[in-house]
Every structure is written in C-alpha cells, then in structure tokens.
C-alpha cells in the first residue's frame, strides 16, 4: 500500500475510500493509515482523504474517538447508517451472551456480499426468526440503556466523523457523539427484526433517493442531470456562483444579438456593439459578456487544477457549449478591443489581444471525438464560425488604408497580396454560407469595407501605369 501511495503523490489531490459492511470498517482503518502516512511525510501541498463507509460497524472507543478529533480529521469520515439497520449498531449493545448469535449473522451477511444478485427477501430468509429476534431486541435494549447512561463513555465502541441517517424520507447528518447514539436508539426502535437484517441491503436506493433530493433543492436551471458524471460536474461548477444564471446571461445575448440583425440601421452584430456600445442596452449586454467570461475562466481554472472529471474537456456536451459560447462572444471582445482602441496600444487582436479561454476552446474543439457535420448548409449560420473574423476584418481595414498611403512599392504589393487573400477567404466563407447574416448586413463594417475594396481596384485599374506591379487589381509577381 506504501508503494501506492507513494504513486500517487503528486499525481492526484484527492483519494477517495469506501466500504460497506465490514468493509467499512476496513475502509476507516485503510484512511486513518492513510492519514497517519501523510502526515509523516508532510506532503505539500496536502493530499486530502475522504472515507465514506455504509451499514459499517463501529470501530474503536473513546481515546481513538478524542485522537481524531485531536488531529482534526473527523470531517474525512462519514458513515452513512440506514434507519433500521442492525449491522452500524450491533457493537454499542453487550454482546458477551451473543457471541454466537454474531458469528451467525456475520456469515450471513458474508453471503449477502457474496450472493449480491439473490432477492432481498431470498437473503433475509436464511436468517431464523428466533435469531433475528434475539438480536433485534437485545440491541434496542442496550441502545436505550446506553442512552440514558450518565457516562456513555463506558461503551467499549465510541462513534467519529459525521453519520448520514438516511431513509425512504430523506437523510439528516449528525455529528455530536450523544446525539448520533440517540439517533441509533430512536430509528431503530421505530423498525422490526425483519427490517434491522432487510435494510442492511438497501443503502444503494437510499443513497439514490437521497442524491435526487439534494439535486432537487439544487434548483438546477436546465433540470436534474441524467447520470452522476454530469450531476458532480454541475455540483462542481456551482462553486462559481454562476452556474444558474448562464443561460439566462447568455440568453440575452443572444436576443440583443437578434435586436441587432433586424435593426433599422443594418448594421449588424458587431458593429451596433462596437458603435454604441456605450449606450444602456449595450452596457447590460457589456456585463453579461464578463459574467460568461468570468464562469468559464473558472471552468478552465476547476479544469486544470484537478476539480473537474479528467475527461471533461472531450465530453460533447460541454465542448458544444463552449464552442457555442466563442461564437456568441468573442465577436463583442473584438468589438470593444477596436472601439477602446486597444489596437494601437497592443497590436491587433488575434495576436496581442485574444483571451486564453478562446485558445483553449479552440484546442478542445479540434479534439472533439464528436465527428463534424458534412452535410453543406443550405442556409447562412446563425453564428459566424469563424470567431475572429471580425478581427480580421479590422486587419483589412488597415491594410487597405496603408496601402493608399504607401509609397514603397514592395511593401504595397505585400498588403495588395494580404487583402486579396483576405477577399478570396471571406468569399468562401460566404459561399459555404459560414457566416451569420450580420457580416452581409447592409452598412456592417465588412460590407463597406467590400465596396471600398472594390472602388479602390476600379481606380487601379484604370491608372495602372502609375502602379507598376499591379494588373487587373491583381498582383503581378
């Protein structure tokens, strides 16, 4: 086991043990080694160690209760006990004229591990009724005794860490030692014989019911997640303080975005951003895009840091999302990188102003294992998937007003070559119908740009002469 760990320090943050049954106990043991082990060496930064034992019997008593209390570690235990179950109970009774009653019932619940596939009932009936009675009775005795005690700390086993008492209801987590001990006595007493052997096989429902309930109360906004990946990876985000209220934020994006293409002025997406964006309207649509910016810089960090399944990043939901979520939102970063004129402090966008995030999703969606559509669009995208095109366009635009201005007649031709090659890949763009109806918008900054593109290569044209090494609007080598 030394060896194991030792493997794995460095490698993960977390380690996780469980058991049921003996097993539990097996697992609290294998933890309080883990943690003795850990604490040896120092290990920074710290390995955290969970134990999650059900249906477990007790182990150890006072003194080992008050050493890991010492040592802080009672929140790395937690025990979860079914209500009627006999098993989490059986070592706070006296057990001395019982021993081979125990020694029965242990190889029965040996064969309930062994056998998991039989019935409940099926299992339940190799136990005797005169066994299960004696037990039941003799443990509810001594439970209560125990709980009426003036010093509880005669029992030979004492309870540590934090105990879920769960059933068909719901769960309630204790951790005070005299109130686990009540709780033990008082939803045991409410049982049967049948129900103290029967329960011990139910932690799997209970754990389910109990699991739904809590990600009921979560109030997720898209619904309860469908399997336990999805449910731990929206448990985990939550932490953002976000999570809720993406969709709404991106939402409205979106609806401002619709606003913008219908609108009156024909600009477009970008630019009514880019131009107004001063204005209430886009002021609100301004903190939305930081919010979102804001959640998935935190998903990266979760990501990278080890808080977020090792897969996530090529799950296709979430690969979806953040390509979806580049597309809406990296033109309105471009838009105010270019209106706050953080170009001429910088340098253009794609190279000295683009966010890590955009890298990133870029990255996951490249690796995506979910095969892209082949089928040619009939229709223009509802987003341009090209998320820096607007970026390149302000590149354009910049080049084309160079090369008015420039005298050098090389380094005109390099920027006749540059806009040319940006022309040919925007038509393509359009002509596989890539982009958003915004980019063809009437006054939107791309189609101006076209139709002074096209003047300027009229002009050309007709006064060649004075341009050497331009024929046609086109760059002769």
Not at 104 to 121: D, E, I, T
Not at 157 to 178: H, T
Not at 274 to 291: M, P, Q
Not at 462 to 477: A, E, M, R, S
Request: glycine fraction near 6%; hydrophobic fraction near 40%.
């Amino acid at each position: 086991m030394l060896m194991q760990i030792a493997d794995l320090i460095g490698k993960v943050k977390s380690i996780v043990i469980t058991g049921q049954c003996i097993g539990g106990t097996t697992a609290s043991l294998s933890a309080l080694f883990l943690l003795c082990h850990l604490l040896s060496l120092s290990v920074y930064p710290p390995m955290s160690v969970l134990c999650i034992t059900f249906g477990s019997p007790l182990l150890g008593n006072e003194a080992l209760h008050r050493s890991i209390r010492r040592q802080r570690w009672g929140e790395n235990f937690c025990h979860v006990v079914s209500k009627h179950d006999i098993m989490p109970r059986l070592l706070l009774a006296e057990i001395v004229n019982h021993i081979p009653h125990i020694q029965a019932l242990l190889q029965f619940w040996h064969c309930c591990m062994a056998s998991p596939q039989l019935p409940v009932a099926g299992l339940s009936s190799q136990v005797s009724n005169d066994l299960k009675h004696i037990l039941f009775h003799s443990v509810l005795k001594d439970l209560e005794l125990l709980t009426q005690a003036d010093d509880p700390s005669e029992s030979l086993f004492w309870p540590f860490g934090s105990y879920v008492f769960c059933c068909q209801e719901g769960a309630i987590c204790v951790e005070n030692v005299a109130s686990i001990m009540k709780m033990m006595h008082l939803m045991m007493a409410t049982g049967s014989p049948n129900q103290s052997i029967e329960d011990h096989l139910k932690y799997g429902d209970y754990v389910a019911k109990v699991s739904r309930q809590f990600l009921q109360a979560r109030n997720f906004e898209e619904g309860i997640p469908d399997s336990s990946y999805e449910a731990g990876v929206a448990l985990a985000l939550q932490s953002s303080d976000l999570t809720d209220k993406i969709v709404p934020y991106r939402a409205e994006i979106e609806w401002y975005k619709a606003c913008c293409d219908e609108a009156d002025d024909h600009m477009g997406y970008y630019d009514s951003f880019k131009l107004t964006g001063a204005s209430r309207r886009e002021g609100r649509v301004n903190i939305n895009r930081h919010r979102l910016a804001q959640f998935w810089n935190s998903v990266i960090h979760m990501l990278e840091s080890n808080k977020l399944p090792h897969d996530f990043d090529r799950r296709g939901k979430w690969v979806n999302a953040s390509h979806f979520y580049k597309l809406l939102v990296e033109p309105l970063d471009i838009a105010d990188y270019y209106r706050t004129g953080m170009h001429r402090e910088r340098g253009h966008y794609i190279e000295h102003g683009r966010e890590r995030r955009y890298e990133v999703f870029d990255k996951w969606w490249r690796e995506k294992s979910v095969p892209e559509e082949e089928n040619k669009r009939s229709k223009f995208a509802s987003l341009t998937q090209d998320s820096c095109f607007w970026a390149k366009v302000e590149e354009a635009k910049e080049w084309l007003d160079n090369v008015r201005s420039e005298g050098d007649a090389m380094k005109r031709q390099q920027l006749w070559h540059k806009i040319d090659n940006f022309e040919a890949y925007a038509r393509q763009l359009i002509y596989n119908k890539e982009v958003s109806k915004d980019v063809l918008a009437k006054n939107s900054s791309f189609s101006r740009w076209m139709e002074e593109w096209k003047e300027m290569k009229l002009q050309v044209q007709q006064i060649t002469p004075l341009f050497p090494g331009f024929v046609d609007g086109k760059v002769v080598p």
